[in-house]
């Protein structure tokens, strides 16, 4: 057990307070059934940062002048009203978080995400008679997204309150990871309860340069500074329905901006996301919206940089990047893609931004790994291989999974055999990706379904 969980000892903590309403939510509405939607053209406080970035339209002041390079368009379409989600009558979860949500929530009720209108061509979806019927087909996927959305707003709670430095990065996965087994209700030791619910990928733990797909392996020693920049990368689900959502944690308010810059970014490619939205336009839209802002560092004015070879991407039942025909979803403009958004998707809309050089390369010891869905089958050579093979079946199916969960299921010295089953082709490694050294990334990430009237940001909280 971890020094935190020791000192802190199981206490009840009040879940999503009422209070805590951000500025991102004005105007929000509650978040079960009715309420929580956005008016058509309610552009009012819309998806600025918490720390007040400013808004576009020539009011701010000169104090706040600094925090932007440059002005940018106002936003029409709104990311405005938040959800409250686990608002009023959430019953009260634990620190460390214990208690599954299907306990804290009777008969399926759990809270909806934020239901934003679609705009422009899109806008008769929201009265649609034949796309409100449509909607009402689909109870069981949807309820599933929004159980794996509760978890994943449950545990980041409970992990941002207890997130400090001096912590290890093995203790923070820890955390994170059996907090959301728990309240799943899978705890993932026993054959096939993976695959019904509970981690859905290895908990990113990515720090400064780092972007991406870092996860501590065993005997990792790094303890989180007070000058870090964490980005927290964790996935749920329940059923197959993966909830992919990532936030940004620092001390120093230096990196205010860098952070403000990720979450405006990413709201804004969740504003434009929608039925035959063009890939290449909210790739622009997400750049520019990142690249109005700049930070200084130390005493260095850095301009922030989208990073151009990160992408977000479709979702599908078991496969997080969306199987062979996953779609990928730009954050700068020039990508040459052609595809359009499709109603019935699922997205993970993701943004980073760096002081570097915008671009991340492989670097760093593996840890992340999954199968490859359409592996051709292959026979094995490798004893090691074979019995790993066999145990990531029965417990990951097509989930990414990390070094740290074979080491949980009891396997030792499985590295050749691993190594194997990448070299055959059964495997990808999923290697860290950072940009140049002594530069800082942030990211921001949202999973998003775009139901037939309606689109729901699932894992949109009170927090972001
Ligand atoms: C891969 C391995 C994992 C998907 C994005 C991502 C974390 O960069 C198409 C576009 C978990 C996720 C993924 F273990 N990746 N989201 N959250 N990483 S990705 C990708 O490989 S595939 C982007
Ligand atoms: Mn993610
Ligand atoms: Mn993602």
Redesign the pocket.
């Known amino acids: 057990m971890s020094t935190v969980q020791a000192e802190q000892g199981i206490e009840d903590l009040k879940l999503n307070g009422g209070a805590g309403v951000p500025p991102a939510a004005n105007g929000a509405a509650a978040s079960n059934g009715a309420g929580g939607e956005v008016e058509a053209g309610d552009s009012d406080d819309d998806d600025e940062g918490e720390e007040g970035a400013g808004k576009q339209d020539g009011t701010e002041g000169a104090a706040k002048k600094k925090k932007k390079r440059k002005p940018r368009k106002k936003k029409k379409a709104g990311a405005g009203a938040g959800t409250g989600a686990a608002g009023g009558g959430a019953k009260a979860q634990t620190g460390p978080p214990r208690i599954p949500v299907a306990q804290l929530f009777p008969d399926d009720s759990y809270p909806v995400g934020q239901e934003m209108e679609y705009q422009n061509d899109n806008a008769y979806r929201t009265t649609s008679e034949e796309k409100r019927h449509l909607d009402r087909l689909n109870p069981d996927f949807l309820t599933e997204y929004r159980q794996a959305a509760e978890v994943h707003r449950q545990v980041r709670q409970y992990a941002t309150s207890v997130i400090k430095p001096g912590m290890s990065l093995t203790e923070i996965a820890e955390i994170i990871e059996d907090g959301t087994r728990h309240l799943t209700g899978h705890m993932g030791l026993e054959e096939g309860d993976n695959i019904l619910g509970g981690v859905a990928?290895?908990t990113?733990l990515n720090l400064n340069h780092c972007a991406?797909?870092y996860s501590p392996n065993a005997g990792n020693k790094i303890v989180l500074k007070h000058e870090d920049v964490m980005k927290v990368?964790f996935g749920v689900h329940v059923n197959g329905r993966i909830v992919?959502s990532?936030f940004t944690v620092a001390f120093d308010p230096q990196y205010d901006n860098l952070l403000a810059s990720v979450k405006d970014a990413t709201n804004t490619g969740i504003a434009h996301a929608g039925p035959d939205a063009r890939m290449s336009e909210i790739g622009e839209a997400i750049q520019e919206a990142m690249e109005s802002y700049e930070c200084t560092i130390n005493g260095t004015t850095y301009p922030i940089k989208a990073i151009r070879n990160?992408?977000g991407?479709t979702i599908t039942q078991y496969s997080?990047?969306g199987g062979s025909k996953?779609k990928?979803v730009p954050i700068v403009k020039n990508s040459h893609s052609t595809e359009k958004m499709e109603e019935g998707e699922t997205y993970?809309i993701?943004t980073f931004g760096s002081t570097g050089k915008g671009v991340v390369r492989d670097d760093m010891e593996t840890s992340?790994y999954?199968k490859i869905a359409d592996a051709p089958k292959v026979a094995l050579r490798v004893a090691s291989a074979k019995t790993l093979l066999r145990s990531i079946d029965k417990n990951f199916g097509t989930l990414?999974f990390c070094r740290r969960y074979l080491d949980r299921l009891g396997h030792d010295k499985y590295l050749l055999g691993l190594n194997n089953l990448v070299q055959v082709g059964v495997l990808r490694d999923?290697p860290p990706l950072c940009d140049i050294k002594g530069s800082f990334t942030a990211q921001s990430?949202h999973t998003i379904l775009l139901r037939p009237n309606v689109k729901e940001v699932i894992s949109r909280g009170d927090d972001y």
């Open positions: 990928f290895p990113g991406a797909h990368d992919d990532a990160l992408n991407h997080i990047h996953g990928s993970a993701e992340h999954a990414p999923y990430e």
